[in-house]
């Protein structure tokens, strides 16, 4: 597999734009995969000419195709999506959690938990886009040409302000620790209405529902990095009630319980093997 990654280091794109990212040869091994939430807006554009299926979590059955391009809002519970057991040559714009309304001049409320064509969001320009990427071989060629791309796209209107962003960051680095309408009455010289109204706008779920996708977020990398974990510690570190809380969570935005998680054994950060039973 040729994973090649890109961190934009300039603006506008920097740093509303955490990573864009060139995959080619990936072949799982498996039809399915379980995306779990992480807080983040995604645009990804195939390369291959193949067509992707989301499927409905219950139900297992397809619920949607896509095709081309596609834009995945923020999600508060996981999505899983196929096929995959073929190669994959996919060119993904990872969005920073509140950084993409600059990019698509679309409210992040309106696509949370949902994935649309990206021409919905972004017109024929990203059909365009397409086309340009697919002229090129090299992914680093194409990795800046999406890069201009973005920048052309670029409204400063759209920027998050600032009440919001300094609720954003504070709930980024420590989201089990954050009193909502504490912080928001320190640093925001706006009612709270307006306040969430202008923080679903930029970021897309409630705040109080960040915190929650962050918060998971969290607990999910702290169960990539140790082989080992005590359930009860690690929730209350995290600002679970307790450790029943804790899983409750973790069900909630994965549909697995952690000890099931763990024993996934893969590497890739909130992606996991999802094949349907037999």
Known sequence: MDYLPHIPQKAPVAPAVELLFHLRGYVPGHSRERLVPDGRMNLVIELDGRERHVYDNDSGLSR???RGSWLSG???????????????????????????????????????DVVVPAETIFGGAVLTLREELLALDEPTARLMTAESWLGNR???EFVTPDYVQVTLDALQEN?????????????????????LDRFRRHVGPTPKS?????????????????????WAE???E????????????????????????QGQGHDRLNFFPDDPED
Do not use: N
């Not at 309408?181 to 010289?189: K, M, N, P, Q, S």
């Not at 918060?215 to 999910?220: D, G, K, L, N, T």
């Open 154 to 156: 670029f409204e400063a």
């Open 210 to 230: 960040m915190q929650r996708i962050l918060r998971f977020a969290s607990v999910f990398k702290r169960l990539q990095s140790q082989r080992t974990v005590q």
């Open 234 to 236: 690690l929730s209350l």
């Open 238 to 261: 995290l600002g679970f009630s307790d450790q029943a809380h804790f899983i409750r969570e973790f069900r909630a935005f994965s549909g697995y319980r952690p000890e099931e998680f």
């Open 74 to 112: 923020v999600h508060s519970d996981y999505i899983t999506i196929g096929d995959t057991d073929s190669e994959s040559i996919l060119l993904v714009v990872q969005f920073a959690p509140g950084g993409s309304l600059p990019f698509t001049h679309t409210s992040a409320a309106e696509l949370c």
């Open 64 to 66: 949607q195709v896509c």
């Open 175 to 195: 989201p089990g620790d954050v009193h909502l309408t504490e912080l928001v009455a320190e640093h925001g010289a706006v009612s709270y209405k307006h306040f």
